[in-house]
């Protein structure tokens, strides 16, 4: 080793010893005779000290140093005289009696420091530099611990990690293939995964009772904002097992990851059907740090004459703690908020709840106080509180409150990212209806079983058949899915009719599925983890491009090796492609 | 849960509880008025006895379950009258009282047994069934437990994994990529990674010193027997650290797996030079599980009017002990075995050395009692022993000796794979000249390090340079290789130069790795090793394909999903493709 110990080692305890370290200049000190060097290594940082008096010559050395120069220097751990609490190495100090210049660095086009000056183009186009500064370092370790404790428990649990291929068959339903042209066969090309869903399924097929990867999956989309063409997957699948065995594995799962990563316990997780999820929260992945549930104002704020409310099929409304703190000019900002083209209300009602318990609405004129008590009561308003109303057709302006709920919750410090809920939402409807194509697609995927009670409603209405799937949602996002799987051929067969495929094509791309469930299928079901998305919120941040060591721009380009890029004439002749 | 317990798990101390278990019928004794089934799972085999005379119906029940159903039971634990020892379960049987049939099955194409009479082909179509075979599956659950094993090493030395991108830039030089069509850059393409090399690098630019990736890559060769489009990498790097570092490293991790995994220990893991290993064994990836080492007869077999071998440059020969024993047909086969094709030897000459001492070669004519006496000297043989001397070019005759050797160390039984010997061959040549495009080539590739100490002949001489690389070999199989990189940016320049890359094609391909060398790279250097490759030779089986779950064929093709396949044209008009 080029090195004695690491920059994040030493402590009070090895003063007097002679070390060597190896690493990065970070940042430099002058004081007239005197200077001070932050050396930086992936473990922490180290004071180096140098002094005229006691080496003139090494000094003018060190002087010559710039930042991110790589260096390896000796001396001798001495007891800083102004220490830095802060640091884990912050009791001593480096006198350095060599230093051996490894690699000399050009000044980086921004700095190397938590909070940077460089954009994030330029950031991207230099990601091997920007990977130098701790949050970003931080966020790839922790990236690594989740995955560490990922496998510990399932490993535990007797799960096995079998590696499912990458060129695989394309599939022209459902979202868009990356394909890969086969030279050997042309004219031919292989796919690449958008899950290992069938590949697990036949693994259950094969009796391996607990399957788990950790595996790149890669979907050929429009890109949009925190969308990346290449994703990581907990993938998983369990034999003999019904919908609550899953879910209390995997909670199990979730359970240790934040204990684990974030010394967090997630205490309940509460199980919550489709239907409240979203007559509560407006969302199927509701965010629970919070209250603020939905209240239904449709029965007593109708025929008041009020025409906006008198033409909407549903008036919803939520309370707001504290709310009436909102200054009108802040009132105003969310009403335009929600009024924005994404969201799409046409306005927002308002009603005061004052300290003295009088009602003061933004629709006085329609509302008297008898009626705006109703509105009070059917929220269980408090003295202080503020009531925010929506109104409109129904599932429209579910989403809107949805927004409406989670920007009131913002601007109230309601969603600190530090702090994390989790939940269950079950019972999702099997089939949702195309108006465009005029049928019926799989909510989840077609394997996907109807919950038992609800089969014999297959053939008499479809539509209101509940999935036996389950997805499991943290601070309101969405970070795995899954369900238990149709293991038998004549359901599936129905299925696969139900969502209008003819034999022909269920046989053309699930042939060999549909074939292996007559050789003896075991009932069986998974589940799916985002895993960016997971780093993410453990990370406390927004965008999974945080968490991934090179992602990809939102036109799915890596900016700093520059790819997708043009092949050669050879190679396109011998892939027989021509453009 | 659908079972209370596994088919692995009763013992006689659970004699008289009621238990659940479910799997696949895999054979039924009837004996008269009883029959036994064995019911399978992932975990083992329970037997489950029926007798008429305590339940006729669920006897006729059990009598209409075929091989290969899925089903639930529950019944009683019996002690077993006529016990079992070689099955955990075996002390143990279940007295059924109810069956429920989970699912029917087709009789397989083969039968689902140890040995079965499947041949390759059905068994890779029906890959679900084969899997179900416990050589198979032993193999997945040890690549698996092997995975574990590298992976808990790697994480308490500090290495982190991180994830590297699977869409990248395609580099027209060395192997073919797979490569995959941009939609939304049409016309361009990204590359699937043939390993995260330059990733890899990066990543300690970065700062990251310690980093491994049990990763899936990509090359697009012309298949040969035991080749895999797709196949998985444990990919290591590390900085601040020198050649013995890594392989003391890594020596760690191997013995580590084959403690774990076979609870076999490796022993001592010499370290070979290159010159060396083909010298002694004519192999840089030598099997030492056995001596034979080559003896050099040139020097003593020359002018003596043997033709042959006055013509040859080079005469080696191998001791083979107690090889006198070999008939005169065996040694015919021996000799007809070399003159194969694909070795190439024109013929073998033999000398016994007979119990009393006397020598009896056949090539008596020219060599007279003394000479031969020189050979047995040089080839230090005792009584019993058999000389096998081949000669001809010098590289050529190190190749044929190679084979020579391992065919007579597996004629006589050296070769078991159950023994396991490891060595590390270094000092490889940095550069090999290449006489068609007459010019050199990396033997590793263009970032591995010449040996410091003969960086001065790059110009002078360049052939003679050694690099700073290292592989490691198991029972003469290649399972890792890597080597301390290029970190210096004038260094990597002169070795692109001696490469015969101008200095933009240097740029096109590599210029974004020469560009972060600028910014202060550390002294870095890794190691691959092939983890198919790895737990093949852990299972004791000599194709990659046996410990892959879902391998493809020699042309490339999956023949269960029948991937590759021919897209529809909407999907190619999306990608811009013609074909």
Not at 444 to 458: A, G, I
């Amino acid at each position: 080793m080029l090195r004695s110990h690491t920059c994040g080692e030493l402590r009070i305890e090895d003063q007097g010893t002679e070390v060597t370290l190896c690493g990065w200049i970070q940042r430099r000190r002058d004081f007239g005779s005197m200077s001070f060097f932050d050396l930086r290594d992936r473990y922490g940082i180290t004071q180096l000290a140098f002094n005229e008096e006691t080496n003139a010559v090494i000094l003018d050395e060190a002087r010559s140093l710039a930042r991110e120069f790589v260096v390896q220097i000796t001396g001798i751990v001495r007891e800083r005289s102004n220490k830095n609490p802060n640091l884990s190495t912050g009791d001593v100090e480096i006198e350095v009696t060599r230093i051996h210049l490894l690699n000399r660095a050009l000044t980086p086009p921004f700095t190397i420091e938590d909070e940077t000056d460089g954009g994030e183009e330029i950031r991207m186009k230099y990601r091997y530099l920007d990977l130098r500064r701790n949050p970003v370092k931080n966020r790839l370790v922790l990236r690594h611990q989740t995955n560490k404790s990922v496998r510990e428990y399932l490993n535990a649990k007797e799960f096995i990690e079998v590696e499912t291929p990458y060129l695989i068959k394309s599939t022209p339903e459902g979202a868009r293939d990356f394909v890969v042209p086969s030279r050997l066969n042309e004219g031919q090309y292989y796919a690449l995964p958008q899950s290992p869903q069938t590949f697990k399924q036949l693994l259950m097929v094969s009796g391996y009772d607990r399957y788990y990867q950790i595996v790149k999956c890669f979907r050929d989309e429009d890109f949009r904002a925190d969308r990346q063409p290449e994703f990581t997957q907990i993938d998983c699948e369990m034999s003999f097992v019904e919908r609550d065995d899953i879910i209390s594995v995997f909670e199990g799962m979730i359970r240790k990851v934040f204990l684990d990563v974030r010394q967090y316990d997630l205490g309940e997780i509460p199980v919550i059907s489709y239907d409240d999820a979203m007559r509560l929260y407006g969302s199927d992945k509701p965010d629970l740090r919070f209250g603020m549930t939905f209240c239904y104002l449709t029965d007593v704020a109708k025929g008041k004459d009020f025409a906006i409310f008198d033409q909407a099929e549903t008036i919803v409304a939520i309370n707001v703690t504290d709310g009436n703190a909102f200054t009108r000019k802040e009132l105003d900002a969310i009403t335009d908020y929600v009024k924005r083209p994404q969201i799409g209300a046409k306005g927002m009602i308002y009603c005061r709840v004052n300290e003295d318990g009088s009602l003061k609405s933004s629709v006085d004129k329609f509302f008297d106080r008898e009626a705006l008590s109703q509105w009070a009561s059917v929220c269980a308003s408090q003295p202080g509180d503020l009531i925010l109303v929506l109104s409109g057709d129904h599932s429209t302006v579910l989403k809107q409150m949805n927004e409406l709920r989670l920007h009131v919750a913002g601007l109230k410090g309601l969603r600190n990212p530090e702090n994390f809920k989790a939940c269950w939402v079950v019972d999702f409807p099997l089939l949702e209806w195309d108006e465009e194509s005029k049928r019926f697609h799989a909510m989840h995927h077609p394997f996907t079983s109807p919950l038992p009670e609800d089969e014999n409603m297959l053939d008499s209405d479809p539509g209101k058949v509940r999935a036996n799937a389950y997805d499991m949602a943290i601070n309101g996002m969405e970070v795995g899915g899954g369900s238990i799987r149709i293991y038998n051929k004549e359901l599936q067969a129905k299925m696969f009719k139900l969502l209008g495929f003819t034999d022909e094509e269920a046989k053309e791309q699930f042939g060999f599925l549909m074939n292996a469930f007559e050789y003896g299928a075991p009932p069986h079901g998974g589940i799916a983890f985002g895993f960016d998305r997971l780093c993410a919120i453990l990370s406390g941040t927004d965008s999974i491009r945080d968490v991934i060591a090179f992602p990809k721009n939102n036109m799915g380009r890596d900016l700093m090796i520059d790819a997708p890029s043009v092949l050669n004439k050879h190679q396109l002749n011998e892939l027989g492609l021509s453009n």
